[in-house]
C-alpha cells in the first residue's frame, strides 16, 4: 500500500457537539481504485465522519488532504468541487425538479441551463445504468428506489476522486444492489476510492477491500478484508465478544399446536387501499410471529392494515373472537393493539417534545381528551419505564430528537409497552441501531411472550427473525405466499419462499 | 420556576437557565421597556384616581392604558398560538373577522329598528353568542381549507382577510349602526363604580378559562404533538385534521371577544378601520413569545406576555409623541432587534462569546 | 419489480406547468365569455389594455413574490415599500430639486436596501420570512410618514412629461361616441413590467440561479447536499423581490403621479393572491412568471367585470376576489392530491 495511491486522507479529526463527543482524533485513510467499507454501531461516528467530509458539519479539529494537498471543506459545495461526490441513506434530490436537473443541478458549468443537452446526456447514463426513468419526468413521481439509484446516477457521473456511499442500499431490491456493485467495481477500476457504509454484513464481504471500524467516535483500526472474518468484525465493533446473542433463543414448545384457543387477533380477506391482495392472520396468546419478505413486498403495508394505520377497504376483524371495526389507530389502540411503526423519524417520535411526554403520549389518548395525567403520574411513568429499558436520556424532559437512534426507538416500545398492550407489532425496531440495543430490543420481546402478551416481529434480517419468531407469514408481490412453522425455518428454505418457485 | 431553584448550582447557571427558557425573551423586552421609562420619564408609572364624565371614579395613567388596550390583542394571541402551533401557520384573518363579529353584535342589537336605535332590540348576550357562533363558523372555514384541503393556513385565511370587511359591512347595508344604551359600552370601558376599565377583567377572564382548559385537558399535548409530527399523532391515536380544524374554531372564539369589545369602545363601527392590522400584531406577540411560527412547542404565558410587550411599546412610543403613523416604523425596528437577538444562529455565536468572557470570570471569583 | 416496464412509463406533467395550463384557460374563459356576455366595455382593446396600464405595478410586485414564494419564502412589506418609494420619489423631485433620472436611482437604492437588509435577515440569520417582511412592512409603513405625512401631487414638469408619455399600439383602437377613431395606448410602466416579466421567465427557466430557486424551494435540505448554496440563493431571491418592488414602486408613482401614505395598500396580498391564481404555491419549489402574469390579469378582470355588473359596492369586489382565490385553491388542491393519488 503505497502512500502514493493515497487519495484521502483524514488525520486526527475531533466534532463535539454539545454533551457528546462525536469524533475524537479520528484517522481514515482511502487509497486509489479501493472499496473502502466505514463499519461501526450506530453512534460509533460513521456519519459524522462523513458529514465531516462532505463539509455539512464543520470540523472542531484535525486535517484533512486530497492528493496530499490540506483542503478545507466548508460546504457540500466545495466538497464536490474537490472531488467528493455523495450518495446519502436519505434521499437528498428535490421531488419537484426533473430526473434531468436532479442529476445536473449544483454542478453544471456557466450560468446558463442547456435543456436539451442536459436531458440528452441524462438519457444516456440513465439508459447505461438501466435505470427506468424519464429524463423529463418529475422526480416526485418515481418510486423511491429509482429515486435512490437517480442520485447513484448523479454522483457517479461527476469527475470524482473519491466517491461516498451513506447506506444506499436500504431502499433498493437485489437486482438494484447488484447493479450498484457491478458500477462500484467498474469505478474500482477505474481508480476511484469508494467509501461504503452500509448494516448489511454480506454486501461488506462482497464488494469491499477494506474496513475501518469505529467505535464511540473513536479509531478501532483498519483492516484489509481478508484478515478479519465477520465475527471478530462485529465484536471490534461492540468492542466485546459475542455471547450475547447466542443467549438468546426462541422457546420452541409453544410453537405447539394452538388448538381450538381462541385468537387474540384474527383477520379475515383483509384489504388496504395500499394495494396489499387480501390476506388472513391469525395470532395467539403468547405467541411472537412475524411477517418477512422484501422490501416493498408488502409486509408493513399488512401490519398497517390491521392496525387501521391505512384505510382499509374491506376484511373483518375479530378480537378475541368478537368482530370489531377498525377504522383509525385509536380503534386499535382500544382493543389493546400497539404498533411500532418502521420509519422512526416520521411515524415514531415527536421530535420537540420530552422523553415523558413521548412515553405517555398514547396512553394519555387512550385515556382521553379531558382526563390528562397529573405531572407527578406523568414522570412517574417516564421513570419507571426509563429504569426498565435502560434509556439513555439527561432527564425526562430532555427532547426526545436529542437521543440517539437506539434510546430513541426504545422510548417508542416504552411509549406502547406503557399501554399495556395484548397485541404489540412491531415493524422493523431494531433498524438502524446498533447491535447492543438489538440484542436488548430481541429479549424484550421474547420476555413479552412468556409474559403472554402477542407480537408481531418484522425485520429485514433473517436471523434476527428466526432468533424471534416462532411462525413466519412470508410476502412476495403485495400478496401472502406461505407461512413457515416449526421445522420450516431456517434460513435457506425462508429464502427460497420469499424468492419463489422461478428462482 | 421552584424546579429550577432546586436545580439551580448558582446563580449563574440559573442565569443562563432562565436565558434558554423561552419566556426569557417577553421578559426581557418588558423590563428593557420598564428600565427605559424609569430613566426616561418615572411619572411613566404614575396611576391616579380620577373621575369620567359621568362622575364614576376611574383610574387613569399610562399602565391602566396598557392593561387596558392590549386586552383584545391578548385574548387574540390566546387562539393564535394554538393556530400556529398546531398547524404552523397563522392566521391573518383576524382583524377582517372581528369586523364581522362587530357588525353582527350591531345588526342583532338594532333588529328590525334601523341602525340608531333608541333601545337595544336584544339582550346583549344573546347578540354576543350570535356573534360567537358567526366566527366560529368562519373558523371553521379557514380551519376546513387548512386541515382538511391542506391549504396552507396564511394562504386559506387570506381569503377571509381579503372578504371579511366587505362581509361586515354588507351585514349591516353599509350603513353606521350606532348603539345609544350606555350598557353596552360597559364592555369596552368602565362599568360605574368600578374603576378598573373591563376589558382587563375580559381578558383576565379569557387567561383563567385557557389555564384551565390547558391544565383539565390534554389540549396542549395533542396540539404541540400535532403540530410536530402529525403523521406519527395520527399512529397514536390522534385526529390531526380534527385538532388542527378545532384550534381555527377556537381562534373564531377569541375573535367574537375581541369583536365585542372592540364595538363596545366606540358603540359604533368602522367597518375598514376597526381591529386594522391587530392580526400582524397578534403574531408578532406570538413570535415575541419565543414561540416558532412553523409549530410544534409553544407557551401561552409567553404569547400574552408578548402581547402586553407590545402594547407598553405602543405606549410609550406615544407617550414620546411618536405621530400614530410613524409608530410603526419604531417598532418595525424593536421587533428586528428582538427577533436577531432571539435567532438560534445569532445565540449561539453569543453562547460561544460568553464562554470565552465566562473562564475569566470563574478565575476572578476563585 | 421496476425492471419489468423499461422506459414506458408515462411523462406526466409537472405540477409548475399543470397549474399554468389552468391558470391561462380560467384567464381565457373568463374574458372571452366577458366580450361575448357583458359586450359593451370588454370589445374595446383598451378595456384590456387598461387593465395593464392599471396593473403594471401589480405584475412588477407580484413577479418578485412569486420568486420569493418558490425558494418556499414570503415577502409582505412590497405594498407598504412602494408606498415609500412613491413618497420618497415626490418629495425627492418637488422638494429637494431632484431630476427624474435621479428619482428612479432614489427608488431603486430604496429597494436594494430593502433586499439587502431583508435578505441578509432571511438567508444569514435565518430568521423567518414572515417576520423579516412583517417589520419591514411596518418599517416602511412608518417611514412614507416620516418622511412626508400628507399627500400631494408632484408638479415636477420633467416628471409630468414623463407621466404623459402614451405609447400608442399600432393597427388596435376604438372609435368613440363622436365617430372619432381613438388608438389604444399602453403606458411606459407597462413596457418596463413585460420587459421584466420576459427577462424573469428567462432567469427562472433557463439559468443556474432561476433553477436554484425551485431547488431550494422543494426541499431545502436536498439543495444544500446537491452542492447549491442555499443562503446564498435565498438571499438572491429577497434581493429580487424588495429590488423589484423599488422598481414596482416607480411604476406605480409614474401612474398616480403622487405621494400618499395610503398608496398600494394591500398591494402585497393581491401580489400574493395573483401569484396563487398564477399556480404559484406558497409552500415552495413550484410556479411560474408566465402563471404570474395571468394571475394578475385574472384577479383584474373578475374586478372590471364585477363592476360592469352594475355590483358597485366596493364589498362586492372583495367578496369575489377572495371567492375566487377560494376556488383555484380548491381547485390546485383537488388537482394536487388527485395526482398524487395516482401515483
Known sequence: MGNENVVLKMRGICKYFPGVKALQNVDFTLRKGEIHALMGENGAGKSTLIKVLTGVYPKDDGQIFIDDKAVVIRSPQEAQNSGISTVYQEITLCPNLTVAENMYIGREKGIGVSWGKMNASAKKLLDSLEIPAVPTQQLGSCSIAVQQMVAIARAVDMECKVLILDEPTSSLDEQEVQKLFKLMRELREKGVGIIFVTHFLEQVYEVCDTITVLRDGQLVGEYPIAELPRVQLVSKMLGKELDDLSDIKRHDEEAASHGDKVAVLEVKQLKSTTGVAPFDFEIFEGEVNGFTGLLGSGRSECVRAIFGADKTSGGEVYIGGKKFKINKPLDAMKHGVGYLAEDRKRDGIIGDLSVRDNIILALQVMNGFFRPFSRAKAEAFADEYIKLLQIKTASTNTPIKALSGGNQQKVILARWLLTNPLYLILDEPTRGIDVGTKVEIQKLVLRLAEEGKSVTFISSEIDEMLRTCSRLIVMRDRKVVGELTGDELTQNHIMATIAGGDK | ?366 | MTNKNPLKKKVGISDTNLLLVITIAVFLVMYISAVLFLGSGFTKPQTFFNILNDNAALIILSCGMSIVMITGGIDISVGTLTALVCMSCAVHLDYQGGSVLTAMLLALGIGVAFGLVQGYLVAYLEIQPFIVSLAGMFFAKGMTTIVNSTQFNVAHEGFKALKAIRIYVPFMGAVNKKGVYVPAYIEPGVVVALLLVVLLFVLLKWSKTGRNFYAVGGNLNSATMLGINVKRTKFIAHMLCSTLAGIGGFVYFMHVGSGSVSHAAGAEMNAIASSIIGGTMLSGGVGNIAGTFFGVLSLSTIKNIVSSLGLDEAWWTNITVAAMICLFLLVQSLVLLRKNKKK
Not at chain 2, 17 to 25: C, E, S
Not at chain 2, 192 to 220: D, E, Q
Open chain 2, 1 to 366: 420556576m421552584a424546579k429550577n431553584l432546586k436545580n439551580g448550582k448558582s446563580i449563574g447557571s440559573m442565569l443562563i437557565g432562565l436565558f434558554r427558557q423561552q419566556i426569557f425573551i417577553p421578559i426581557a423586552a418588558l423590563m428593557i421597556l420598564v428600565i427605559f421609562n424609569l430613566i426616561a420619564d418615572p411619572s411613566f408609572f404614575k396611576i391616579t384616581m380620577g373621575q369620567n364624565n359621568a362622575g364614576d371614579p376611574i383610574l387613569s395613567g399610562y399602565l391602566v392604558t396598557i392593561l387596558n388596550n392590549a386586552s383584545e390583542l391578548a385574548i387574540l394571541a390566546i387562539g393564535m398560538t394554538l393556530v400556529t402551533a398546531a398547524s404552523g401557520g397563522q392566521d391573518i384573518s383576524v382583524g377582517a373577522t372581528i369586523a364581522i363579529a362587530g357588525s353582527v353584535i350591531l345588526r342583532i342589537l338594532c333588529g328590525a329598528a334601523g341602525p340608531r336605535p333608541e333601545t337595544m332590540q336584544a339582550p346583549i348576550f344573546v347578540a354576543f353568542l350570535v356573534a360567537c357562533v358567526v366566527t366560529m363558523l368562519f373558523g371553521a372555514f379557514n380551519g376546513a381549507l387548512v386541515a382538511y384541503f391542506k391549504i396552507q393556513p396564511m394562504v386559506a385565511t387570506l381569503i377571509m382577510f381579503t372578504a371579511g370587511r366587505s362581509i361586515a359591512a354588507w351585514i349591516n347595508n353599509n350603513q353606521l349602526p350606532v348603539i345609544k344604551d350606555v350598557s353596552f359600552g360597559y364592555f369596552g370601558n368602565y362599568i360605574p363604580g368600578i374603576p378598573v376599565p373591563t376589558p382587563v377583567f375580559i381578558a383576565i377572564l379569557c387567561m383563567i378559562i385557557i389555564a384551565l382548559v390547558l391544565k383539565f385537558t390534554n389540549l396542549g399535548l395533542y396540539v404541540q404533538a400535532v403540530g410536530i409530527n402529525s403523521h406519527s399523532s395520527r399512529l397514536n391515536g390522534l385526529n390531526p385534521e380534527l385538532i388542527k380544524f378545532v384550534t381555527y374554531v377556537i381562534m373564531g372564539l377569541c375573535v367574537a371577544v375581541a369583536g365585542l369589545i372592540k364595538v363596545s369602545r366606540i358603540s359604533t363601527i368602522n367597518y375598514s378601520v376597526i381591529a386594522k392590522d391587530i392580526e400582524m400584531d397578534a403574531i408578532l406577540a406570538v413570535a415575541l413569545g419565543g414561540n416558532a411560527l412553523g409549530g410544534g412547542k409553544f407557551s401561552m404565558t409567553a404569547s400574552i406576555l408578548g402581547a402586553y410587550v407590545i402594547q407598553f411599546l405602543t405606549t410609550t412610543l406615544y407617550k414620546f409623541e411618536v405621530p400614530s403613523d410613524a409608530l410603526p416604523a419604531y417598532k418595525a425596528i424593536v421587533v428586528i432587534i428582538l427577533v436577531v437577538m432571539s435567532a438560534p444562529i445569532v445565540r449561539e455565536k453569543m453562547g460561544k462569546l460568553w464562554k470565552k468572557i465566562a473562564p475569566k470570570k470563574a478565575v476572578k471569583e476563585a
